[in-house]
Structure formats: C-alpha cells, structure tokens
C-alpha cells in the first residue's frame, strides 16, 4: 500500500523545480452542545484524535489526500439534538433538513464536510448519489469511525455488502452472528477486497467464509485479498487492525472526490497509465478514462493538483514547471527523456 519507487531519467535540466502539492478535504466538525452550552464528554479530544489517526492511515498509502479540519466548534442553542441516536438515517435525514434552512445557527458549510457530534455511539454518512451531505457521529465512537463514515460520503462500500443471514432451511434468520448459514457478501464495487461477512471474527474466519479455507492454506493472491478485508477500513472487523483503503477503494473515492464530492476538496487527481488515452475531452480525472502521457496531465492538471501514474516507463520530454505532485502507487514508474 505505501507508494511505489518514482525514478525520473530525464536530465536535470529538463525538470524544473517540483513545488509540492496536498489535496485536502475539508471538513466542518460541529459538536452539539446540552442546554447549559457543554458539547459531549470529550468530544473534542476523540473527533480530534479521529481525524489525527485519519490523516495517519491515508499518508501511509500515498495517494496524497488528507483531511483538513477547518473548524472544530460547540454547536449551542440546538440542544434537541444532544442525545440523538447517530447510527439512525432518519436522524441524519431531520438534521440535515433543518441544518440546510438555518446555515447560521447550525454552521452549515457548502464547501466542507458537514460532520456533526452527538451524545451517542456509532454513525451514519451520505453517499453521494443520494444529493444528502451530512454525517451524523456518536462523540463515544471507535477509532476509525471518522474515516469509515468519510469513506462512505466519498462512495466507498461495506466489504461485507449484500451478505447474508439464514438458517438451516436457507429461509432469512434474524438471530444476527447465531445464525446457521452466513453467507459472505462481494457487492462493495472493488476488486481487490475477498467476500466478506461483519460476524467474521479472525483473519481465518474470513479465509474460511470465502474460500472454505485456512489463511495459511490460501493461496498469495487470496491471502492478499483476505489481508485487505479482515484490516479494511470499511468493514465491521476488529479495531485493532483495521488500517487499509485498497488501491480499487482509492480509486472509487479519488473519482467522487474529482466529481461528486468536488466542492469539499482543494484540487482533483489526474490518472495517467500506459492504456490511457489523450482525447482532447479527457481531462484525465476518472480512473476509469486515464491519460496516456504524463505531459498531457501535467498540462492539464490545476496547480495544486495530483498526477497520479500507474506503473511503468514514460516519456516526460516537458519541463514541469507547475505546483503539482507527481505520484505513484501503483507500481514503480520510470520517467525519461526521449
């Protein structure tokens, strides 16, 4: 997961100076505050840490985002809302609506991530598509809770989407992780993530519910699909391990980030790979729709935009002479002049 080797042949001459650039996403956190103006117990110090550990686990994939906390504030004379369940969508949906028709009293931002604090547990998050923005936390959550919410504003899926819950008779089960059948779900929209069920409780048990075998008797293609689920960042495991977004999830998210969700973001990412193409209407920000040269995204990239290179050897016969950053996560790349 961490970035790849980035080797540039070309002659000192050729490349300018590289200003270094970070996209950011902004985000707005609101602490609802009780009757006499006090947000939740330590809601300050956790949110805070969340965002931390947040930033710590996307460096570490190199990808070059991070989230930047525009403001963290009480959020008083709204104490309706103090106790209200997060992990409830008709909650979100309801302050949502009235955080909209009162930006002023509720500090609703339109060009940050809206992410309000109650005196509760867990959460719940907007996709995209939906048009809603807001996310709703519990102040006593877990570790990661920000940024598995984050992943979902940004279009990511549950690893163990679509599973499935049954008894003996195959008929629906209602008795949660006693049931007889739990069939793992593979509907999250990646690729490099193994079928996944939320009551796997080990790194075996997801070995198990997807290949109907041990980690260790997988071969290294399912254990590296099995690594990414039991440690993912969007799957209901263990807190302890869970540290990983895979490059298909980056991917996903990047191509919300350039779009969707474009307003919360400092700048866009630009794809290049060897099978991209040069079209004069590709602005090279879909991973889906790459462009081939690493000139034509630089050309077209913004200052402050990321060019992000999937692996392999190619042409860089321009100066770079503008505030983007170069990356690679995705194999080594080699830059050179013709």
């Given at each position: 997961?961490?970035?790849?080797?980035l080797?540039f042949?070309?002659a000192?001459?050729?490349?300018?100076?590289?200003?270094?650039?970070?996209?950011?996403?902004?985000?707005?956190?609101?602490?609802i505050?009780?009757?006499?103006?006090?947000?939740?117990?330590n809601?300050?110090?956790?949110?805070?840490?969340?965002?931390?550990?947040?930033?710590?686990?996307?460096?570490?994939?190199?990808?070059?985002?991070?989230?930047?906390?525009?403001?963290?504030?009480?959020?008083?004379?709204?104490?309706?809302?103090?106790?209200i369940?997060?992990?409830?969508?008709?909650?979100?949906?309801?302050?949502?609506?009235?955080?909209?028709?009162?930006?002023a009293?509720?500090?609703?931002?339109?060009?940050?991530?809206?992410?309000y604090?109650?005196n509760?547990f867990?959460g719940?998050?907007?996709?995209?598509?939906?048009?809603?923005?807001?996310?709703l936390?519990?102040?006593?959550?877990?570790?990661?809770?920000v940024?598995?919410?984050c992943?979902?504003?940004?279009?990511?899926?549950?690893?163990?989407?679509?599973?499935?819950?049954?008894?003996?008779?195959?008929s629906?089960?209602?008795?949660?992780c006693?049931c007889?059948?739990?069939?793992p779900?593979?509907s999250?929209?990646?690729?490099?993530?193994?079928?996944?069920?939320?009551?796997?409780?080990?790194?075996d048990a997801?070995a198990l519910?997807?290949?109907?075998?041990?980690?260790?008797?997988?071969?290294?293609?399912?254990?590296?699909?099995?690594?990414n689920?039991?440690?993912?960042?969007m799957?209901?495991?263990?807190q302890?391990?869970?540290?990983?977004?895979?490059?298909?999830?980056?991917?996903?998210?990047?191509?919300?980030?350039?779009?969707?969700?474009i307003?919360?973001?400092?700048?866009q990412?630009?794809?290049v790979?060897?099978w991209?193409?040069?079209a004069?209407?590709?602005p090279?920000t879909?991973?889906?729709?790459?462009?081939?040269n690493v000139?034509?995204?630089?050309?077209?990239?913004?200052?402050?935009?990321?060019?992000?290179?999937?692996?392999?050897?190619y042409?860089?016969?321009?100066?770079?002479?503008?505030?983007?950053?170069?990356?690679?996560?995705?194999?080594?790349?080699?830059?050179?002049?013709?």
């Amino acid at each position: 997961m961490l970035m790849k080797k980035l080797i540039f042949l070309a002659a000192l001459a050729l490349v300018a100076p590289l200003a270094q650039a970070q996209l950011q996403w902004r985000i707005s956190v609101k602490l609802i505050a009780d009757g006499a103006g006090n947000p939740p117990p330590n809601a300050f110090n956790n949110i805070s840490n969340e965002i931390v550990l947040a930033n710590q686990l996307l460096d570490n994939h190199g990808r070059g985002y991070s989230f930047v906390m525009t403001e963290i504030l009480p959020l008083t004379g709204v104490s309706q809302w103090y106790n209200i369940q997060a992990r409830n969508d008709s909650n979100k949906l309801a302050l949502q609506a009235t955080a909209r028709a009162n930006p002023a009293t509720y500090a609703w931002r339109n060009n940050a991530i809206n992410l309000y604090v109650a005196n509760s547990f867990s959460g719940v998050c907007s996709f995209p598509d939906s048009g809603d923005e807001l996310i709703l936390v519990g102040a006593n959550a877990y570790r990661t809770l920000v940024l598995h919410e984050c992943g979902h504003y940004f279009n990511l899926i549950h690893t163990h989407e679509n599973e499935q819950f049954l008894n003996p008779d195959n008929s629906a089960c209602t008795n949660a992780c006693a049931c007889a059948q739990l069939i793992p779900g593979d509907s999250d929209g990646v690729n490099d993530t193994a079928p996944d069920h939320e009551c796997s409780n080990s790194e075996d048990a997801v070995a198990l519910a997807a290949y109907g075998n041990f980690y260790t008797n997988l071969n290294a293609n399912q254990q590296w699909l099995t690594r990414n689920t039991w440690q993912n960042i969007m799957s209901y495991h263990d807190q302890n391990v869970l540290s990983i977004l895979t490059s298909d999830q980056l991917d996903r998210a990047t191509d919300t980030a350039n779009g969707l969700r474009i307003k919360v973001a400092t700048g866009q990412t630009r794809f290049v790979a060897a099978w991209g193409d040069d079209a004069n209407n590709n602005p090279g920000t879909s991973s889906a729709s790459r462009l081939r040269n690493v000139n034509t995204a630089v050309t077209r990239a913004n200052a402050g935009d990321i060019v992000l290179i999937a692996g392999g050897a190619y042409n860089q016969s321009q100066p770079i002479n503008k505030a983007v950053t170069i990356r690679a996560t995705r194999g080594d790349v080699t830059l050179f002049a013709p």
